[in-house]
């Protein structure tokens, strides 16, 4: 079992930028994929950015270049940083845990964090 915490979420203006982070109970040099989900109201959910282990990123194409997500192992935590934020990137932003497992993979989920970018 992995509990994730997410923090750094609020209200920014566009053009501005915000860092998320995501708290592991536990260490995470274990877990196989971090990623980092968003949801808008009345919309799915949708990827946003994952890294693996060895740390292999991707990103939706909707974010590449103004995303980055990290990893720090040491200190159990993902970031998530968010640049040149736009309107459409108001949403909830959740963090996932992934651990490869037979018979099938176990998934964690943070409680979420809400951005809110205003034009």
């Known amino acids: 079992q992995v509990q994730l915490v997410e923090s750094g979420g609020g209200l920014v203006q566009a053009g501005g930028s915000l860092r998320l982070s995501c708290a592991a109970s536990r260490s995470i040099f274990s877990i196989n994929v971090m990623g980092w989900y968003r949801q808008a109201p009345g919309k799915q959910r949708e990827l946003v950015a994952g890294?693996?282990?060895?740390?292999?990123?991707n990103y939706a194409d909707s974010v590449k270049g103004r995303f980055t997500i990290s990893r720090d192992n040491a200190k159990n935590t993902v970031y998530l940083q968010m640049n040149s934020l736009e309107p459409e990137d108001t949403a909830v932003y959740y963090c996932k845990a992934v651990q490869f497992s037979l018979p099938g993979n176990r998934n964690y989920w943070g409680q979420g964090t809400q951005v809110t970018v205003s034009s």
């Open positions: 890294i693996t282990s060895g740390g292999t990123t």
